[in-house]
């Protein structure tokens, strides 16, 4: 059957096998219901019984090196890194929760301009992975039925879009890689098992397709920032001007059959490395070596979340779900509505002809003070004119912008009222507004945005906009941290 609304986090279909091992169930038991009578600090509300199950094969390292790991589907994520970290120091841990500004944000600045002006890396194994391999026709045939973008491209590109339901909202939202013979398709974490028995589905009865799951196979790494192209070369020795949303196999080092992607999750300029895991370590270990002379540093996921916020990139499970369609959250350029056919295809258009009864706005606080006030964390209710007229979906600070930003799906008062209203791009960029956010208890001015910011940026080949580093330079900065530890260590 199919759940009358968003129900992700009720569904059983997000589970993997391990939330079935009787050993894990026992152990996290312990603290599940207790959990639901807790009080849920942000960002540091996580599991403490059945931990360190599903690790990449560098997070030994990335411990070693001061990573604060979270989790997710049982695999452990960096979220930061704790700079004054030392080799021989037990493992980092998250401080205690508050609702002000979390005491480990200076160490997620310096993560997010790594990213923004020299080059950061990142652990993204968790990510969902799988191939989808036929005859040509037929894979593509099927694929263009689940997806809303055209996947009919030459090989080497790179397809972002989405798997819409019969309501044109979202199943999945992936990255498919045309390959030689096959597709490779990249998927959100919660995504494994869940994406799966999707498209397992809409299989054709003639058994002509095939669906492998390779999530273990590949250790994934996220070079990001300017100085990737750089570093890159170096260590493959190979000339990595590539046109974004594409993808080449290469040579780095030892290891061979390494997929690297010009896309990033972040907006900023880099790779995203498909590595098969027995090379993972050596590779990682190389670009520690080599990228001191660029100022490298691990980044966690806390640190994209800042990024891609700011950017007003929508992520699955927060702003992409079942309920929310393309034309809603402003990624309609993603949809092709001149194929002949995709799931969901005629709800979409009328969502087009007609309009959208709520709408994903950016807003931007106006009056903040992230040292003392208490922070927007999701779920804040938003105001306009006095009026509600949604919640707010995620939020995180704008280290470019200098300010609080938060997403949110946007109604019509009309609408809540019981009397549907399509939204009016006008209603919404009306500069006579007032809008605000309600922060425990206190109505914060905001500023309603329809489209990303206009950041100035450095890309791999040239700076532009004239950008100039914000508060230091990563590179010098980390350049002495790095021969001040070798100088003090025996």
């Known amino acids: 059957g199919v759940a009358p609304k968003q129900m992700l986090r009720f569904e059983v279909q997000r589970f993997t096998s391990l939330h079935n091992n009787s050993r894990f169930l026992n152990e996290r038991s312990r603290e599940v219901v207790g959990r639901h009578y807790q009080l849920h600090y942000p960002i540091v509300n996580e599991f403490k019984y059945g931990r360190k199950i599903r690790t990449s094969p560098i ?7 001061g990573a604060v790991f979270g989790e997710r589907m049982g695999w452990e994520r960096a979220l930061y890194f704790n700079p004054n970290h030392h080799r021989e120091d037990p493992p980092s841990e998250l401080p205690a929760g508050t609702w002000r500004k979390p005491e480990f944000l200076d160490h997620i600045e310096d993560e997010y301009l790594v990213c923004r002006e020299g080059v950061g890396l990142m652990d993204m194994s968790s990510f969902a992975k799988f191939i989808i391999r036929g005859e040509e ?20 590109g790179v397809v972002p879009t989405g798997m819409q339901n019969e309501k044109g909202g979202y199943e999945n939202d992936c990255l498919l890689i045309r390959r030689d013979n096959s597709f490779f398709m990249v998927s959100p974490t919660q995504q494994q098992t869940r994406i799966l028995e999707f498209m397992d589905n809409h299989l054709p009865e003639d058994n002509s397709i095939s669906l492998q799951d390779v999530t273990s196979m590949y250790t994934v790494l996220s070079l990001i920032g300017p100085k990737s192209k750089d570093l890159m070369e170096e260590m493959s020795g190979s000339d990595m001007t590539m046109h974004p949303f594409t993808y080449k196999e290469i040579n780095v080092g030892y290891a061979s059959g390494v997929m690297v992607l010009a896309v990033t999750n972040t907006g900023e300029p880099g790779y995203s490395l498909y590595i098969p895991s027995e090379f993972a370590l050596q590779i990682y270990d190389n670009f520690m070596k080599i990228g001191r002379d660029y100022g490298i540093r691990n980044v966690g996921h806390l640190a994209m979340r800042m990024l891609r916020i700011e950017k007003f990139i929508p992520f699955w499970g927060e702003e992409l779900s079942a309920d929310t369609t393309p034309i809603e959250s402003n990624k309609t350029f993603k949809v092709k509505f001149d194929k002949e056919y995709f799931i969901g295809k005629e709800v979409l258009l009328k969502q087009k002809n007609e309009g959208v009864q709520k709408r994903l706005v950016q807003f931007q606080f106006e009056e903040f003070n992230k040292d003392q006030d208490i922070w927007p964390w999701g779920g804040e209710a938003i105001y306009r004119n006095g009026e509600f007229v949604g919640f707010t979906s995620s939020t995180a600070y704008g280290f470019t912008l200098q300010k609080m930003v938060a997403l949110g799906f946007v109604r019509h008062p009309a609408t809540i009222a019981g009397s549907p209203t399509p939204m009016d791009t006008a209603w919404l960029t009306d500069k006579s507004a007032k809008w605000s956010i309600d922060v425990a208890g206190d109505m914060v001015p905001v500023t309603a945005h329809l489209h990303p910011p206009n950041l100035p940026i450095i890309t791999q080949e040239s700076v532009k906009d004239n950008y100039k580093p914000k508060k230091h330079h990563p590179t010098v900065q980390l350049l002495k941290q790095i021969q001040l530890r070798e100088h003090s260590s025996p």
């Open 137 to 156: 026709k037929s894979v593509i045939a099927y694929l263009q039925k689940l997806c809303s973008n055209d996947v009919d491209v030459s090989v080497g």
């Open 59 to 65: 997070y030994s390292e990335l411990e070693a090196r």
